[in-house]
């Protein structure tokens, strides 16, 4: 099955060692299509920061989002890029899961809680977060 996982790049990077540690359990389930979210040396920056280089990005994301069968996002950033990921596979109709840790003392987009297509589940630690995966997995 292949992967689209979906975590911020240029609204922060600070959770992007969880982003790793989450992509290597999806990686059990299929290919990670998105794998480079999860890599350390990508910055807020992203891939080209400028109108070219965004035209890249959004060509090969969305060539990743045709071939993806499911969508794994770690929603505790909020990223406008993530919430469009979102809505394009709600808009495929392929199965979501949003991860979202309520201790950072954020809150979800209403537009993201709410929507019938997507499971939204709390969790704190990665241990809880793979267990939610394994779940994810097994019924779709």
């Known amino acids: 099955m292949n992967i689209y996982f979906a975590g911020s790049i240029r609204a922060g990077r600070e959770d992007v060692g969880l982003y790793g540690q989450l992509i290597k359990k999806l990686k059990q389930y299929g290919p990670v299509l998105t794998e480079h979210v999860g890599d350390p040396k990508i910055t807020i920056e992203g891939e080209g920061y400028d109108a070219e280089g965004d035209k890249k990005v959004w ?49 979800v987009s209403g537009l993201i809680r709410g929507c019938p297509n997507a499971t939204t589940i709390e969790y704190e630690t990665i241990a809880e977060a793979e267990k939610i995966i394994e779940k994810f997995f097994k019924t779709i």
Do not use: H, W
């Open 59 to 107: 060509i090969k994301d969305m060539a990743f989002m045709k071939q993806a069968e499911a969508l794994v996002a770690e929603i505790t950033i909020a990223s406008l890029g993530v919430g469009y990921e979102i809505a394009k596979a709600e808009e495929k109709g392929i199965p979501i899961l949003c991860l979202f840790r309520p201790g950072s003392g954020k809150k």
